[in-house]
C-alpha cells in the first residue's frame, strides 16, 4: 500500500452529513487526529442542537435518542449521538465521541476515540487512542493495543516502508464496512482498510489494505466477493 492511500481524504469515505468530516479532513493523515480530539470535542459541544441534544453530566452530551442501560460511567468530554446504545458496564472515558447508529457493549472500554457512525462494539472490547469508521464491527473481545511495550513511538507499518508518528499512544484506525473477528488484537499503529476482514484470534502488525483479509498467521490476502 502507497503511503498515499493512507491520507485521511482516502482511507476514508466521509459523509459530509457527519459531524466528524470537517474535522478529519484538517489533518493529512488520520492519526495526526488523535491527539486533537479532546478540543474537537469541546468546541462541538457549545455547537450542539438544544433540541437534540442535553447534558448527562458536565462535559457529557447525549442525543435524546441514546438508550443508556444501568451500571454505565460516562467522563468529560463525551458526546453521544443520536439511537446509540450504550449497554450495561461500558466505561466510556475521557474524549470520546460516539457517531449514530452505533453501539458500545457491555463491559466494553473507550478512550481517546471516534466512531463515525454505525460503528458495534457490542461485548467486552477496549477501544483507546482509535477512530472506526462507518459500519465497522468489532467481534466479542477484540482489543486495540495502543502502546508499545518499549514506550517508543509507534510506527504505520505497510509493504513500502514505514511511517513515523511521533505519537506514544496510538491504537487502531477502521475505514468503513471493517470485520475484526472475535479476541484480535489491532495491536499500536494498525491501519485497516474499507471493507477488510480480520480472522479472529489475529494479532494485526501491519497494515491491511483495503479489500483484503488478515489470517491468523499474519498472511494477508485480496477479499475475493462471491459473483451470482
Known amino acids: 500500500m502507497a503511503f498515499s492511500e493512507l491520507k ?5 469515505t466521509l459523509s459530509p452529513d457527519s459531524m466528524c468530516t470537517e474535522f478529519l479532513l484538517k489533518h ?3 492519526w495526526q487526529a488523535l491527539p486533537e ?11 450542539l442542537p438544544q433540541d437534540q441534544f ?23 468530554p463525551t458526546i453521544i449521538c443520536e439511537n446509540v446504545e450504550i449497554r450495561p458496564g461500558a466505561f466510556i472515558r475521557e474524549n470520546v465521541f460516539v457517531g449514530p447508529g452505533s453501539v458500545v457493549g457491555n463491559s466494553t472500554e473507550l478512550k481517546n476515540s471516534i466512531f463515525i457512525n454505525n460503528v458495534q462494539a457490542p461485548h467486552y472490547n477496549y477501544i483507546g487512542d482509535s477512530i472506526l469508521g462507518s459500519g465497522t464491527h468489532f467481534g466479542a473481545g477484540v482489543i486495540t493495543s495502543n502502546l508499545r511495550a518499549d ?27 471493517v470485520e475484526v473477528g472475535c479476541n484480535a488484537v489491532l495491536n499500536p499503529g494498525s ?6 476482514r480480520v480472522y479472529p484470534l489475529s494479532s494485526v502488525r501491519r497494515t491491511v489494505p483495503a479489500h483484503s483479509i488478515h489470517k491468523q498467521d499474519g498472511q494477508i490476502v485480496p477479499l475475493i466477493y462471491d459473483r451470482d
Not at 485521511?8 to 476514508?12: G, L, P, S
Not at 479532546?38 to 455547537?47: D, E, P, S
Not at 491501519?191 to 477488510?196: I, N, Q
Open 191 to 196: 491501519m485497516v482498510g474499507a471493507s477488510s
Open 37 to 47: 480530539i479532546g478540543k474537537f470535542i469541546l468546541a462541538l459541544q457549545h455547537n
Open 151 to 177: 514506550g517508543a513511538d509507534i510506527l504505520v507499518r505497510t509493504e513500502a516502508g514505514d511511517i513515523a508518528t511521533h505519537l506514544r499512544k496510538f491504537g487502531a484506525i477502521a475505514a468503513e464496512n
Open 28 to 30: 493529512e493523515y488520520p
Open 54 to 76: 442535553y447534558q448527562y453530566a458536565p462535559g457529557v452530551y447525549l442525543a435524546k435518542s441514546v438508550k443508556l442501560f444501568s451500571y454505565v460511567t460516562l467522563l468529560a
Open 8 to 12: 485521511t481524504a482516502k482511507f476514508f
